[in-house]
DNA sequence: TGACAATATACGTCAAATAGAATATTGGTT
DNA sequence: AACCAATATTCTATTTGACGTATATTGTCA
């Protein structure tokens, strides 16, 4: 992948602030366009601009998209998010996205259980 | 500064090109021009809209502009400018262009004179 | 199957970024 | 002062990117 390429994705505040939520926790889309108060269409086309790329990937279950980083992505990809997530948090919206996603930790949990289910027969 | 900008700035092959000679050295905007082949005027936009963003600084000497990397960045810069050297190198472009920048050393060696004088009386 | 919920895609529009041509600026030289 | 070399700026055309509206797709459930 092409080093250009990561730059390009990194250039938009609104997918920073995605792959800062997702470096939480996988989520579905309505999760996160909750948290940005962003229309359902522009999350779903940053998503898609991020897996194009590379830098998300998806998951269906049932109505819902789970979105997640990949665990393993290129070299020069995981340089440079570690380095993104190291110089991250000093900026405010960052910092109460994570806030706000805390909040909502009730409404997504049910994600984890699906991503990496305690007990394979316990699916939703 | 902006994450965001940081990444702003990296987004363009060009000037991802002209950081990585940057990083090996100062340079006037000629020799930049010589590497990359581009315009004069391609390569002093991109410099200006580098030197914007802090990502570069300049200095004149005589009739040249000498474009270097400023000794003193914030910590976020910083940090993103070292995983960018770390990658570069896998990318034959960026490969070659340190190779045409030596062959060019003869070229570009006053500068270093310049900019760090051996002796302080020996200006140009 | 029909209706609904979650998400994706297509298309048009507007703004920003890029590149090129022409011109301006700055400093040195004669 | 006139001229030249190096670089910057301005203006304009073109491209690219983001966003919105409308619509399509996929899966669930009654």
Same mark, same amino acid.
């Given at each position: 992948?092409?080093?250009?390429? =990561?730059?390009?994705?990194?250039?938009?505040?609104? /997918?920073?602030?995605?792959?800062?939520? +997702?470096?939480?926790? $996988?989520?579905?889309?309505?999760?996160?366009?909750?948290?940005?108060? /962003?229309?359902?269409?522009?999350?779903?086309?940053?998503?898609?601009? +991020?897996?194009?790329?590379?830098?998300?990937?998806?998951?269906?279950?049932?109505?819902?998209?789970?979105? *997640?980083? $990949?665990?393993?992505? $290129?070299?020069?990809?995981? @340089?440079?998010?570690?380095?993104?997530?190291?110089? =991250?948090? #000093?900026?405010?919206?960052?910092?109460?996205?994570?806030?706000? +996603?805390?909040?909502?930790?009730?409404?997504?949990?049910?994600?984890?259980?699906?991503?990496? $289910?305690?007990? *394979? #027969? @316990?699916?939703?």
């Amino acid at each position: 992948m092409k080093l250009v390429r =990561i730059y390009q994705c990194l250039c938009d505040e609104t /997918r920073l602030r995605i792959l800062n939520l +997702l470096a939480q926790r $996988p989520l579905c889309v309505c999760h996160i366009q909750e948290v940005l108060a /962003r229309s359902q269409v522009q999350v779903s086309q940053h998503l898609s601009r +991020l897996k194009k790329d590379g830098l998300v990937e998806a998951n269906r279950h049932q109505n819902w998209m789970i979105y *997640s980083l $990949p665990k393993k992505v $290129p070299q020069a990809l995981e @340089a440079h998010l570690r380095c993104l997530q190291d110089c =991250i948090q #000093t900026e405010p919206v960052f910092k109460s996205d994570l806030q706000a +996603l805390k909040k909502m930790k009730a409404d997504c949990d049910w994600i984890d259980e699906v991503v990496s $289910p305690k007990n *394979s #027969t @316990a699916q939703v």
